[in-house]
């Protein structure tokens, strides 16, 4: 298997953590430039044979650190464009353990969603 498969939720979970502004964003500035700032903390869950297992991380990312991800890997690190938000978003490379290829399959329970053994 060649791919990764990442799962990014639209709707956003309780938290007491503030979001955080972006860097180069003057927060006085009305419109802020047209960016606020980071959102509502949402679950980021990656399904690939070179995820790591049972592994939290604690990396602030958001959507575009799948684009940063996409550049880092095939691009040689270089940007799409000027001023988008890949440039600042946080890597997600923690969540790989490409050293590691896990050849075991987990197949799911759909009643219960538990591991079939």
């Given at each position: 298997?060649?791919?990764?498969?990442?799962i990014?939720?639209?709707g956003?979970?309780?938290?007491?953590?503030?979001?955080?502004?972006?860097?180069?964003i003057?927060?006085t500035t009305?419109?802020a430039?047209?960016?606020?700032?980071?959102?509502?903390r949402?679950?980021?869950?990656?399904?690939?044979?070179?995820?790591?297992?049972?592994?939290?991380?604690?990396?602030?990312?958001d959507?575009?650190s799948v684009?940063r991800?996409?550049e880092?890997?095939?691009l040689n690190s270089?940007r799409?464009?000027a001023?988008?938000f890949?440039?600042?978003a946080?890597?997600i490379?923690?969540?790989f353990n490409?050293?590691?290829?896990r050849?075991?399959?987990?197949?799911?329970?759909?009643a219960?969603?538990?591991?079939v053994?």
């Amino acid at each position: 298997m060649t791919c990764a498969v990442k799962i990014l939720f639209l709707g956003c979970i309780s938290t007491s953590i503030c979001p955080v502004p972006l860097p180069g964003i003057n927060p006085t500035t009305a419109h802020a430039q047209g960016r606020c700032g980071y959102g509502p903390r949402i679950p980021f869950v990656v399904i690939s044979p070179y995820a790591k297992a049972n592994f939290v991380d604690h990396t602030l990312i958001d959507q575009s650190s799948v684009i940063r991800f996409i550049e880092d890997n095939w691009l040689n690190s270089k940007r799409l464009r000027a001023g988008s938000f890949d440039a600042y978003a946080g890597p997600i490379n923690n969540m790989f353990n490409f050293a590691h290829l896990r050849t075991t399959k987990l197949i799911l329970d759909p009643a219960t969603g538990e591991p079939v053994p």
